[in-house]
């Protein structure tokens, strides 16, 4: 269960991805049904000054032993160097080892690969990062192409935003959909654009701010069981299909159809982990309507069979 976090802050700190962190995990949100987290902010030495990338100076209450025991540590983007302190290497091996998740924003992984933990592993970082990370770190498989990647206990990020995408995944992971859900509605961002332990889908799940748009969508939402067409959806929102369809690419980047299979996924994600409805149930409430037809959308979308990411994400919510 995750309960203890630690953001572990070095000298070159990045403010918004160190922001990111602090978000999804040092707020307390128990009033929207959120766990609390016992949240800490650890630096090499209590009280020190760390220089952050914009200037300023972060004075963090904790040392590294505050690492002890905690089930998760969070490594947020920091600036790039030949050498870091080697005690905050060894904290990180030693977290590790006793086994706690590790978890990498942005160039935050290159603290990870300096402590010998990404060895024989995919991992991700920012674009921008990725060819100097995989020419200092060769025995590390660098993928640039994907959000984040899930090792199981090691976790890492692509840039910025990135973050908060691996960061609600490890509390989708650990806590279920329904509480990764909530956090994000807080944060108003998507509380899903990946799926799966070491899946990878590059495109988010797509929204819409058009009003004349956004309604119909949530209407549809709320009946995934439902038959819908782009005729259906067109005369709802008053607009002829190809007017409809046009003003829906503009607004998500994606067609009307696509954007409801995903919806379905998201919804089957989540029965999945949280009912016992068997797949053929899954298949009609989602509105797929057959349990090949589920497996079709679901494997493409998450890159596993229902049946799997049940047994994945249900033993590990409970």
Same mark, same amino acid.
């Given at each position: 269960?995750?309960?203890?976090?630690?953001?572990?802050?070095?000298?070159?700190? %990045?403010?918004?991805?160190?922001?990111?962190?602090?978000?999804?995990?040092?707020?307390?949100?128990?009033?929207?049904?959120?766990?609390?987290?016992?949240?800490?902010?650890?630096?090499?030495?209590?009280?020190?000054?760390?220089?952050?990338?914009?200037?300023?100076?972060?004075?963090?209450?904790?040392?590294?032993?505050?690492?002890?025991?905690?089930?998760?540590?969070?490594?947020?983007?920091?600036?790039?160097? $030949?050498?870091?302190?080697?005690?905050?290497?060894?904290?990180?091996?030693?977290?590790?080892?006793?086994?706690?998740?590790?978890?990498?924003?942005?160039?935050?992984?290159?603290?990870?690969?300096?402590?010998?933990?990404?060895?024989?592993?995919?991992?991700?970082?920012?674009?921008? #990062?990725?060819?100097?990370?995989?020419?200092?770190?060769?025995?590390?498989?660098?993928?640039?192409?994907?959000?984040?990647?899930?090792?199981?206990?090691?976790?890492?990020?692509?840039?910025?935003? %990135?973050?908060?995408?691996?960061?609600?995944?490890?509390?989708?992971?650990?806590?279920?959909?329904?509480?990764?859900?909530?956090?994000?509605?807080?944060?108003?961002?998507?509380? &899903?654009?990946?799926?799966?332990?070491? &899946?990878?889908?590059?495109?988010?799940?797509?929204?819409?701010?058009?009003?004349?748009?956004?309604?119909?969508?949530?209407?549809?939402?709320?009946?995934?069981?439902?038959? #819908?067409?782009?005729?259906?959806?067109?005369?709802?929102?008053?607009?002829?299909?190809?007017?409809?369809?046009?003003?829906?690419?503009?607004?998500?980047?994606?067609?009307?159809?696509?954007?409801?299979?995903?919806?379905?996924?998201?919804?089957?994600?989540?029965?999945?982990?949280?009912? $016992?409805?068997?797949?053929?149930?899954?298949?009609?409430?989602?509105?797929?309507?057959?349990? %090949?037809?589920?497996?079709?959308?679901?494997?493409?979308?998450?890159?596993?069979?229902?049946?799997?990411?049940?047994?994945?994400?249900?033993?590990?919510?409970?």
């Amino acid at each position: 269960m995750l309960q203890k976090v630690a953001a572990l802050v070095v000298d070159g700190l %990045a403010m918004f991805e160190f922001g990111v962190v602090c978000e999804v995990f040092g707020i307390d949100r128990t009033d929207d049904g959120v766990p609390p987290f016992d949240f800490r902010i650890a630096a090499p030495r209590a009280g020190e000054p760390i220089r952050t990338a914009v200037g300023l100076d972060l004075v963090a209450p904790h040392g590294l032993d505050a690492l002890d025991g905690v089930d998760l540590v969070a490594v947020p983007a920091t600036t790039i160097r $030949d050498d870091y302190d080697p005690a905050v290497l060894d904290a990180l091996r030693r977290a590790h080892a006793r086994g706690a998740t590790i978890l990498s924003v942005c160039s935050g992984v290159f603290v990870l690969a300096a402590a010998g933990l990404l060895d024989g592993r995919t991992v991700t970082t920012h674009w921008r #990062h990725a060819d100097e990370l995989a020419r200092r770190f060769p025995a590390v498989c660098v993928d640039a192409d994907v959000l984040f990647v899930d090792e199981g206990d090691i976790v890492t990020s692509a840039g910025t935003a %990135a973050g908060i995408d691996a960061c609600l995944h490890v509390v989708r992971k650990e806590l279920g959909s329904a509480v990764a859900n909530a956090i994000a509605r807080r944060m108003v961002v998507p509380p &899903q654009r990946d799926g799966g332990q070491r &899946q990878f889908i590059p495109q988010p799940v797509p929204t819409c701010s058009d009003d004349s748009l956004r309604h119909v969508l949530e209407w549809v939402t709320e009946r995934l069981a439902d038959e #819908h067409t782009v005729e259906s959806l067109a005369a709802r929102a008053l607009m002829s299909p190809r007017t409809f369809a046009r003003r829906f690419g503009a607004e998500t980047g994606t067609t009307p159809m696509r954007w409801l299979a995903a919806q379905r996924v998201l919804h089957a994600q989540g029965l999945l982990e949280e009912t $016992d409805l068997d797949v053929e149930q899954v298949a009609r409430e989602c509105g797929f309507g057959t349990a %090949a037809l589920l497996r079709h959308h679901f494997r493409r979308a998450v890159g596993v069979a229902p049946g799997d990411y049940r047994a994945t994400f249900r033993s590990r919510v409970a």
